[in-house]
């Protein structure tokens, strides 16, 4: 166990609809990441939250938002929906203020999102 | 930008047979390296890292050094066990610089392992 929660494990939805992903990282941890792990682009890199302000972008579509919030958690909010949303959903965190900065990563079991 | 290249998949091997899975990167300055690896429906978990040059990170049995000059984080086993059946990414991270910064992965290499 990692540490780091994700709700729903579990989505489908329709297309056009908008659908919320929660996660929670691991005690102290300061940074929230975001993945996206689909069969025709591998695992790609969303966004980055440091303590409640965006750090860094990837590949993140504009439909596509998220925040972090004043208890660390963060949700990842997907907006009209496409087929090609379909994917699985990693959160990950990092930077725990006990052990200092480092780079190690801890990511979450998922949530995969299907879109019908 | 930065890049990760793994060998394709799958890998199937018999019990108690030698692992290698390569990894070559292309990266500006000195990233970190890592091996994650992911069994089948669960999340990504560390399997080994490095942070500098000719680091030998290690773990369960898993070793990958850090090859600065060739530019490689090839992950090696000398025995494997059928529990070793799971997906392999190779990922690295720039250096950071007080917080960490984003992973960069391969595209994963399934090992199979058979007795």
């Known amino acids: 166990d990692s540490g780091v929660t994700q709700t729903p494990k579990h989505l489908i939805t329709a297309t056009g609809q908008r659908v919320t992903l929660r996660c929670s990282p691991r005690?102290?941890?300061?940074?929230v990441y975001w993945y996206q792990q689909s069969l025709d682009q591998g695992l790609q890199f969303l966004i980055q939250y440091y303590n409640g302000e965006e750090r860094a972008k990837g590949n993140i579509l504009e439909r596509f938002s998220a925040q972090q919030f004043p208890d660390l958690h963060s949700e990842l909010n997907l907006s009209s929906l496409e087929l090609g949303d379909s994917a699985l959903y990693f959160c990950?965190?990092?930077?725990?203020?006990?052990?200092?900065?480092?780079?190690?990563?801890?990511f979450g079991p998922g949530t995969r999102l299907t879109v019908l | 930008g930065n890049s990760v290249t793994q060998m394709e998949g799958p890998v199937t091997l018999s019990e108690e047979a030698f692992l290698t899975i390569n990894c070559t990167y292309t990266a500006t300055g000195y990233p970190s390296l890592f091996w994650y690896v992911q069994y089948p429906g669960e999340g990504l978990q560390l399997l080994l890292k490095a942070t500098k040059a000719d680091d030998k990170g290690s773990n369960k049995g898993f070793e990958a050094t850090y090859r600065k000059e060739t530019t490689s984080f090839h992950l090696e086993k000398g025995s494997v066990q059928v529990s070793d059946s799971a997906v392999y990414f190779c990922?690295?991270?720039?250096?950071?610089?007080?917080?960490?910064?984003?992973?960069?992965f391969g595209t994963g290499t399934r090992l199979q392992v058979t007795l």
């Open positions: 990950a965190s990092s930077g725990s203020r006990l052990a200092g900065a480092h780079n190690e990563q801890f």
């Open positions: 990922a690295l991270s720039d250096r950071n610089t007080g917080t960490a910064s984003k992973l960069t």
């Open positions: 005690s102290g941890d300061l940074s």
